[in-house]
């Protein structure tokens, strides 16, 4: 798995859904609001699109961070209409195709695998320190050090303490230091799951601290050669053990999947070359390369090949850095670190039929959006993939609720698009007759021009068109009256005012009656989290305190 330098990102904007022949100027991307409806809804409807258009045009200039705080934004204001975002067919209708325009803005908002709705990919730290040049002058007092902690500890895995192992250990301690100790703590999350892997598998389980030097335990980490997740690995690898890798997920993000990998592609390793230092050479070189040194060189050990050309300084440096990882990740005390490890990941899994946003999943577990994207960081987008079951991952106490509210979502709530993956002779317009489309229509959907050559195997995202009458029918229906939205409430929910005392948040009133943040602001009509003393606020509990 080689990897060098830092991660660059480019992005393109596209448009929207069905909007235009792909054209891409901010007033043809976004329809404006009739200027003549000048009622509440339609101003929020403005105000959401006006924050649309700034982000498609933040993301023509390369700002991701910013598109995506003001999609997020877009979709806030929806989310917080009174009666929530389903109280009026106008307001549900362009809520639908602002989340549809964000999710194919990340079409071409990608490179080198990056998109909007990815769960925040970062550079593997990998990348900068694996090429560095090591000072390999080790000092008496710190080889007494490492003595003491390898005698001290239980190993399953012959650490070798040799200068540059040692040089390793001092840059955990000195340039790494705050990098490592926070790699320690997250680690806590994982390695339960990774020894009992390795166990299985009769792999060391000293060997889980691969992942710590290859990610520092991320499932965000992300290096120049694609390599992806916690055990970094390389697209051509992860499939070969059976990581799935399309449009919607990354399973070599996913980390008990990519664990499960790992153990695989590390004892396959082993039996090929009978050596652990050789197998975690090969992991980071590719074994081609390990066996072709070993041939060229004459030597069968690691550190022999070490001391000749066959390895880069990366591969030279790797295993040196996975050695000293063990040791100071086993005595951290002796090292100066106190490390509060994360608890083990703890979750209820659902399965989800279809494409849905991750928001209304959130919504329905009555969790925080943001632990819901990072306890499923295989998904790419903000959405389970679509045409097939998912089972995402919810914060435990709220599957048997996150349950019955999904398997009861109208289809009006599900995001409505596909895929459809090139064969060999097709066009834009090909494709476009056969879902009743127009090849312009396509092209914007993707974000680029209609003129794109494409090539056989290419992914393609496919808008549905809503059923002709469909948004007639839904105008003719009375918008229900304000309530709780039905994603909040449970039969045996209770209503109850709440009047604000000093010192109180939303945040912790929605702790305390067991929902959400963003469920109170769309009960009482909120645009901010600002609170008044003495202001009264309706809730909905199961909870009667």
């Not at 909007?116 to 007092?141: C, K, Q, R, W, Y």
């Not at 592609?265 to 992991?283: Q, V």
């Not at 000293?324 to 002796?334: S, Y």
């Not at 919810?394 to 289809?411: E, N, R, V």
Request: aromatic share 8%.
């Amino acid at each position: 798995m080689r990897r060098f330098g830092t991660l660059a990102l480019a992005v393109v904007a596209t448009g929207l859904v069905g909007c235009g022949a792909g054209r891409s100027t901010p007033p043809n991307t976004v329809p404006k609001p009739v200027a003549s409806a000048a009622d509440a809804v339609t101003k929020r409807i403005a105000q959401a699109e006006e924050l649309l258009r700034e982000g498609l045009a933040d993301l023509r200039q390369g700002h991701v961070n910013g598109a995506r705080e003001r999609f997020d934004a877009a979709v806030e204001l929806y989310l917080e209409a009174p009666g929530g975002a389903y109280s009026d067919p106008r307001l549900a209708e362009a809520y639908r195709k602002t989340l549809e325009t964000v999710h194919v803005a990340e079409v071409e908002a990608m490179a080198q695998g990056q998109g909007l709705g990815e769960t925040g990919l970062e550079p593997a730290l990998i990348d900068e320190v694996g090429d560095l040049p090591m000072n390999t002058h080790a000092s008496a007092e710190s080889r007494r050090t490492a003595e003491a902690a390898v005698a001290e500890e239980v190993n399953d895995f012959p650490v070798e303490l040799n200068d540059t192992v040692l040089a390793s250990i001092d840059l955990y301690q000195g340039r790494l230091r705050d990098w490592f100790g926070e790699a320690l703590a997250r680690g806590g999350r994982y390695l339960p799951h990774i020894r009992e892997t390795f166990a299985k598998e009769g792999i060391p389980q000293d060997l889980a601290y691969v992942a710590l030097v290859e990610s520092a335990f991320k499932t965000s980490a992300y290096s120049r050669a694609k390599a992806r997740g916690v055990w970094q690995f390389i697209p051509a690898t992860g499939k070969r053990y059976g990581l799935r890798q399309d449009w919607w997920i990354d399973e070599r993000s996913d980390p008990k999947k990519a664990t499960e990998a790992a153990a695989k592609y590390l004892k396959t390793l082993y039996e090929l070359f009978g050596d652990w230092n050789l197998a975690l050479a090969g992991y980071n070189a590719g074994e081609g390369r390990i066996s072709r040194g070993l041939k060229k060189y004459g030597v069968d050990d690691f550190w022999s090949l070490a001391q000749t050309r066959a390895l880069a300084r990366e591969t030279k440096n790797y295993v040196p850095l996975i050695h000293a990882a063990i040791v100071v990740a086993k005595a951290p005390e002796k090292y100066g670190f106190t490390v509060t490890p994360d608890a083990p990941l703890a979750y209820d899994r659902v399965a989800v039929e279809g494409a849905v946003d991750l928001r209304t999943v959130a919504e329905c577990a009555g969790a925080d959006l943001e632990a819901v994207r990072q306890l499923n960081p295989e998904l790419r987008r903000m959405a389970t993939p679509a045409n097939r079951t998912f089972d995402v991952r919810i914060p435990p106490g709220g599957g048997q609720a996150a349950k019955a509210c999904l398997d009861s979502l109208p289809a009006d709530k599900r995001l409505r698009f596909r895929t459809h993956t090139v064969a060999r002779g097709q066009t834009l317009s090909v494709i476009g007759r056969k879902y009743g489309l127009t090849a312009s229509d396509l092209a914007a959907a993707n974000g680029f021009p209609v003129t794109r050559r494409l090539s056989i195997g290419q992914e393609l995202i496919v808008p549905y068109e809503p059923p002709r009458g469909a948004t007639r029918a839904a105008a003719a229906r009375p918008a229900p009256a304000p309530r709780a939205p039905s994603l909040q409430t449970r039969e045996d929910a209770v209503r109850l005012s709440y009047k604000i005392k000093r010192g109180d948040t939303l945040s912790g009133i929605a702790s305390q009656y067991g929902t959400t943040v963003g469920a109170i602001k769309s009960w009482n009509g909120l645009r901010s989290t600002k609170l008044a003393v003495g202001q009264v606020l309706t809730l909905y509990s199961q909870r009667r305190n």
